[in-house]
């Protein structure tokens, strides 16, 4: 079983940075892939980024690319993302998930596992 609490979201004004934190618990979660989805009001959830569990590769989505930047420490079990020149458009409560496996990094919803609670990220234009 894995536990995830996301931290580190806010208001900020477009064109900031926040950077969001999920810490893991569960003696197996460094054999997971990570990721980072997010969800608008009246929207479907959707993927913005995802790290394989050695932290070796790493996938986005169009729309984040070159804005965010995950990442991930095994050793504090914690995976990150940074997120720069932040647009009203990227306003959502956004979600860490665990899932896939050593070989596999999933970018859909339905292949990741665990999940936190979310935290909200509003950008003002």
């Known amino acids: 079983q894995v536990q995830l609490v996301e931290s580190g979201g806010g208001l900020v004004q477009a064109g900031g940075s926040l950077r969001l934190s999920c810490a893991a618990s569960g003696r197996t979660y460094s054999s997971y892939a990570s990721g980072w989805f997010r969800q608008a009001p009246g929207k479907e959830r959707e993927f913005v980024a995802g790290?394989?569990?050695?932290?070796?590769?790493?996938y986005y989505a169009d729309s984040v690319k070159g804005r965010f930047t995950i990442s991930r420490d095994n050793a504090k079990n914690t995976v990150y993302l940074q997120m720069n020149s932040l647009k009203p458009e990227d306003t959502a409560v956004y979600y860490c998930?665990?899932?896939?496996?050593?070989?596999?990094?999933?970018?859909?919803?339905?292949?990741?596992?665990?999940w936190g609670q979310g935290t909200q990220v509003t950008v003002s234009s």
């Open positions: 998930a665990a899932g896939g496996s050593s070989y596999y990094t999933p970018t859909v919803r339905h292949d990741y596992d665990y």
């Open positions: 790290i394989s569990w050695s932290g070796g590769n790493t």
